[in-house]
């Protein structure tokens, strides 16, 4: 992975990097039974709800806590309204949080859902777990990606591997990078003083 610019850590098709993504971000929790999309033509859903609103929630949530601006992750997250189950997962990861004091944006997020603040979206949670554990823009889209996959499928009795979500999301994955170039801005090259 290059440190010069996230847009580019991984290529669309990394398994391995995807893995370690989704690893990195559900840290402390598992993929959900239920998210948003439930079954039915997956790029038809990928292209209308996850490239025109959990992507770019996504992305707005990792540059308020890159700013470090809450009022931003709580707005996204109370914008999001990604319905019940996406609430009651990312709840239920806030709820299991507690001994991460050391992690300063999900104590506080947790703190909000309490007292009503904000919504407490797991597509949020997922962001600013991405966030903490330094998980590039592309791979954090992809292990959201990947979730809201394996969420549709919870009867499946064989493990879906990475490779199989990769081969199946190849039209969608193949969008993530323009939508990534489109929404984080590009970090200064430091000129070498002589």
């Known amino acids: 992975m290059a440190d010069s610019n996230p847009?580019?850590?991984?290529?669309?098709?990394?398994?391995?990097?995807?893995?370690?993504a989704v690893r990195l971000c559900l840290t402390g929790t598992e993929v959900p039974a239920r998210l948003t999309w439930k079954m039915g033509l997956f790029d038809a859903w990928a292209n209308r709800t996850f490239?025109?609103?959990?992507?770019?929630?996504?992305?707005?949530?990792?540059?308020?806590?890159?700013?470090?601006?809450v009022a931003a992750i709580y707005a996204a997250d109370n914008a999001l309204q990604g319905g019940e189950p996406g609430l009651?997962?990312?709840?239920?990861?806030?709820?299991?949080?507690?001994?991460?004091?050391?992690?300063?944006?999900?104590?506080?997020?947790?703190?909000?859902?309490?007292c009503g603040q904000s919504a407490g979206e797991f597509h949020t949670v997922l962001a600013l777990q991405a966030h903490t554990f330094h998980v590039g823009h592309l791979p954090m889209l992809q292990a959201a990606l990947y979730c809201e996959w394996r969420a549709a499928?919870?009867?499946?009795?064989?493990?879906?591997?990475?490779?199989?979500?990769?081969?199946?999301t190849r039209s969608v994955m193949s969008q993530l990078p323009p939508l990534v170039i489109a929404h984080v801005p590009a970090p200064a090259i430091p000129v070498a003083s002589r």
């Open 7 to 20: 847009v580019y850590e991984v290529s669309p098709g990394d398994a391995e990097e995807v893995i370690r």
């Open 51 to 69: 490239i025109g609103k959990i992507a770019p929630h996504l992305l707005a949530v990792r540059a308020a806590a890159d700013a470090g601006d």
């Open 88 to 114: 009651t997962a990312g709840r239920a990861w806030l709820g299991r949080q507690r001994g991460a004091r050391h992690l300063e944006l999900l104590p506080q997020l947790a703190a909000a859902v309490g």
């Open 153 to 168: 499928r919870p009867d499946e009795k064989s493990t879906l591997s990475i490779e199989e979500f990769l081969r199946r």
